[in-house]
């Protein structure tokens, strides 16, 4: 085992983050209000993104799957803050997590990897990703301009 420290990557986690902020950009309409609900149809599912809070600087956003992809595992569920004026989106938990630390020590009694916040922007990203490419809008708004 490697006793050399888990270096956070801040350069590359940023552009992770604006990548997300963009996508975001991409599939939400400029109007959107804390309560509203969208839904992507995306390959035999749907992808549900629900507004949360919104204020003037931040969003946060709950993006699930509608029906899990295996009957034995529940749903996936990211909780996403949206910075505005930094141009940044961040995952801050998922499926009913405690926030999560920048680095985990390892092993830990959790079993979280070190790099568990990367992984879960990384997974945004891919979910973002298909929405953009492969989904297709279960609520039929068209003026999707910016957030």
Known sequence: MSSQRYQIDLS???????VNFRRLKQLLPADVE??????????GSAVEILIKERAPYTTMLEIR??????L?????????????DAKLAEVMGASGLRPLKPRYA????GMFQRDEKVQQN???????????????????????LEI
Request: hydrophobic share 40%.
């Open 65 to 70: 799957l509608q029906k899990p992809l295996f």
């Open 106 to 109: 390892y092993p830990n009694a």
């Open 72 to 84: 034995d595992l529940p749903a996936p569920s990211l909780h996403v803050r949206i910075y505005h």
């Open 122 to 144: 990384t997974y945004l990203g891919e979910w973002l990703s298909l929405c953009l490419e492969l989904g297709h809008s279960l609520d039929n708004p068209l003026n999707l």
């Open 12 to 18: 590359g986690h940023l552009a992770d983050c604006e």
């Open 34 to 43: 804390a309560g509203d609900c969208l839904c992507f149809g995306v390959v």
